[in-house]
């Protein structure tokens, strides 16, 4: 809080809770009744279903003498949420705990007229929940006497019950208005029906076909065969950095689950489906929480308060939000849109840079300074708060995941020595100094340069889960065995790239004279790591690099065992449900394979590197941000299409494809679209296929099945890829969101086809499992 001598000051907020750049002080925006924000903070004991109330003090201007919340205040100007509730906390009631100690529970507006109109209050909650396992003795708070005079503990029940009488001695609070959520969301946790939980996670799970992936191991020399046992314990490392970038207290949860795994059939259940989506959101499912902070771990926490004799310390829950961040672990979590802008235009160009790119988190400075306990010196006194001017700062991924990258490096170079072929020693070389180094260049240079019967792809590429602004990368390994028949049989449309470049539907001006051939390597995969989660990936074109696609080209990697995995596991059985009886027969797994090949290779042409019409350099992911990943699937989806046909056009590959490619296509969009409306795949599966069901491409039956018209579709395909070529060349987001928002979603026919496939119950993707390298890591650990 501010100092007496100078009032605070609060940003004034528009009607709808942003930012308007003005700030005022606290009294002005009072009188005014200016919109602003302030922070609730709950402190609930679970062993005793309690609640911690504060009494406010006597001399304050609102609710003088009455029972509160158990901590809250005004958000500063400048200030952010998270960081306001931890120090509100701390300040009032000598309470400090990390920012996993801080669950964002709901936000509600506040409206009241207090003291005849003399104090207006129109102002944004953010309320948060701090859940302990049990009360905290009373004595081990610190009071703050210009802001509270006592502290007690209250039933769940009994204070809502009070709340509801409208009991004198409390803060009003309508406990059947938006407040009802605080009492709902707890009981809704602590009184669940184990039964049904379980039936409803053996629901989800069902999803996925278990399917064993068991590649040859023929033709791997033995000096590979003992890097790879190195290679796969590297990728479990970028296994642990995943969970670290997708929200900070997911590893505890992971460690949690596993270690109660076997405590009951619910526990078993909730570790098999946390293992498949790696976090406590479900991928199918739009992102929805299957679990909650009540399923989470519970640590200790032993310098929060002033030492109470007889006292171990706080033991409090993990917490995560019910709604997945959409910064992951990127960002603050409290940091907005706004704030980020107003920050970076105050860097310097190459500061900006490193701010907007792949290898980088921002972070706080104010939250560094809490993260020292106030109390680490034993003397139970509370050290003042320092605030630091410019808040946020970036830091490169070399130091925010280094104790996970020293040891992956580590291990890299280590396969690297013992290795026999050249490629590969110099891919796992450079790739060691990049974690280190941060500079990730030369080594996604020797990544394409990949020549070998082992063939691995590791490090930070795709930015899915940076649904802020698309920028930040995430890690993931694939390891696998080179096909060598299948990579020769796919060299045509790596060639050809530079041709389909000078022909897309797109205005000459957009188009790049000096597209690069496209090397393709098909493998068997072994195993994979890190960002695969949920639905799995079948193939993959890197780097995203613009200065590498720009000076290089792209690589492109299909993996064929999981590809044959899902045509013969889901594609099929949606063919045989949602397409016309007389086209089924064109429904096969060279055309899903081959459109899966050119849909990669479409990666590596289009707009990139674009110029803005102020004459400015700039890039689509730059300018797209957080609609890039969707419209850019989309894209290389629609465009490899059109590039099929172009193809066969030109007698490259055989007219025999292209009934069978566009019929494909159609059963295919019902497997993408069940990935989710809010996975990047998805959603630009969705706009592709509204799209052309609306220009009559695609057709349904009276008994719910589709067909492609042929005399409609190639047509209907060339108009959509021009489309989203156009708003990439552009670099125009307000045209991408606009043909996301009117085609991107679910709508009626998509409607018919899902509601067939959840009664038929068509898995929806595959859920692998790595016998050969559970087998090398179980034998490497018995030798050792």
């Given at each position: ?493 790596g060639d050809h790239l530079q041709v389909l470049e000078q022909n897309l539907p797109l205005d000459n001006i957009y188009k790049s004279k000096d597209v690069i051939a496209a090397p393709i390597r098909v493998i068997q995969l072994v195993y994979n790591a890190g960002d695969i989660k949920g639905p799995q990936t079948i193939a993959f074109n890197l780097p995203n690099d613009e200065r590498i696609v720009k000076d290089r080209g792209t690589s492109m990697v299909m993996l064929k065992n999981v590809s044959e995995a899902k045509f013969k596991q889901i594609l099929q059985p949606i063919a045989d449900i949602c397409i016309g009886e007389e086209q089924r027969i064109h429904v096969d797994f060279e055309s899903f394979f081959t459109h899966t090949i050119c849909h990669e290779c479409c990666h590596g042409i289009g707009p990139h590197t674009i110029t803005l019409p102020s004459g400015q350099k700039s890039t689509v992911r730059l300018e797209l941000q957080e609609l890039h990943s969707a419209l850019e699937e989309a894209k290389a989806d629609i465009v490899g299409l059109w590039a099929l046909k172009f193809l066969i056009k030109k007698e490259l590959l055989p007219i025999s494809l292209i009934k069978s490619m566009y019929v494909s296509f159609l059963a295919g969009c019902f497997r993408s679209i069940r990935f989710g409306l809010e996975e990047a795949h998805g959603k630009g599966q969705a706009l592709q296929f509204n799209w052309l069901f609306e220009k009559e491409a695609f057709v349904l039956h009276s008994d719910g099945t589709f067909s492609v018209d042929f005399t409609k579709v190639e047509e209907a ?68």
């Open positions: 809080m501010a100092e007496a001598h100078e009032e605070e000051r609060l940003d004034v907020l528009t009607r709808t809770g942003q930012k308007t750049g003005i700030s005022k002080c606290r009294s002005e925006v009072h009188r005014d009744g200016d919109f602003h924000r302030s922070v609730h903070v709950w402190i609930f004991s679970e062993s005793t279903q309690e609640l911690l109330l504060q009494r406010r003090a006597d001399c304050k201007d609102s609710w003088p003498g009455l029972w509160d919340i158990s901590s809250a205040g005004h958000i500063s100007a400048g200030d952010s949420s998270l960081v306001s509730a931890r120090r509100e906390l701390h300040e009032e009631l000598g309470l400090a705990l990390p920012n996993d100690a801080f669950e964002l529970i709901f936000v509600f507006l506040q409206k009241c007229v207090l003291n005849d109109g003399k104090f207006i209050n129109n102002e944004f909650n953010d309320v948060y929940l701090v859940t302990t396992l049990a009360p905290i003795p009373l004595e081990a708070f610190t009071l703050q006497e210009s802001e509270v005079s006592a502290v007690k503990y209250i039933s769940l029940e009994e204070y809502r019950s009070l709340l509801a009488k409208e009991d004198h001695e409390y803060v009003p609070c309508d406990v059947n208005g938006q407040y009802g959520q605080l009492f709902d969301i707890l009981a809704k946790r602590y009184n669940c029906n184990t039964e049904a939980r379980c039936l409803s996670l053996q629901k989800q799970i069902s999803r996925y076909s278990p399917v064993c992936l068991d590649p040859e191991l023929n033709g791997i020399s033995e000096a590979d065969k003992e890097a790879l046992v190195l290679l796969i314990k590297a990728a479990t490392v970028i296994d642990d950095i995943f969970y670290l970038q997708v929200w900070y207290s997911n590893p505890a949860l992971r460690d949690w689950l596993k270690e109660h795994c076997d405590k009951s059939s619910l526990d078993k259940l909730k570790w098999k489906y946390y293992s498949i989506n790696k976090s406590p959101w479900s991928s199918l499912d739009e992102n929805k929480a299957f679990l909650t902070t009540v399923d989470s771990a519970v640590k200790l926490h032993v310098e929060s308060t002033k030492s109470v004799p007889g006292w171990k310390g706080l033991e409090y829950r993990a917490a995560f939000p019910v709604q997945k961040p959409p910064g992951a672990n990127f960002y603050p979590p409290d940091m907005d849109k706004k704030e980020f802008e107003l920050w970076k235009n105050c860097l310097s160009e190459d500061q900006q840079k490193a701010a907007t790119g792949y290898f980088t988190v921002i972070r706080r400075h104010s939250e560094s300074v809490l993260d020292v306990s106030p109390f680490s010196d034993k003397s139970g006194s509370i050290h003042q708060v320092v605030r630091p001017v410019n808040d946020l700062f970036i830091a490169p991924y070399s130091e925010e995941y280094k104790p996970f990258l020293i040891k992956a490096a580590e291990l890299l170079n280590k396969a690297g020595d013992l290795t026999d072929s050249p490629s590969l020693k110099r891919l796992l070389k450079t790739k060691a100094d990049a974690f280190l180094s941060n500079d990730y260049y030369e080594s996604d240079i020797a990544w394409m340069e990949l020549d070998s019967k082992l063939d691995i792809t590791i490090g930070p590429y795709e930015t899915y889960e940076d649904t802020v602004f698309g920028y930040k990368a995430t890690f993931e390994a694939f390891i696998g065995i080179r096909d060598e028949k299948a990579t020769s049989q796919v060299k045509l449309f395909v060339e108009s959509l890829s021009r489309k989203i070529l156009t708003i990439q060349a552009k670099g125009d987001k307000e045209a991408a969101k606009s043909l996301l928002q009117e085609y991107g979603k679910m709508t009626e026919p998509l409607q018919v086809a899902m509601e067939k496939l959840e009664r038929i119950q068509v898995p929806v993707d595959i859920s692998p499992i790595f016998r050969i390298a559970d087998k090398l890591l179980e034998k490497n650990h018995k030798q050792m």
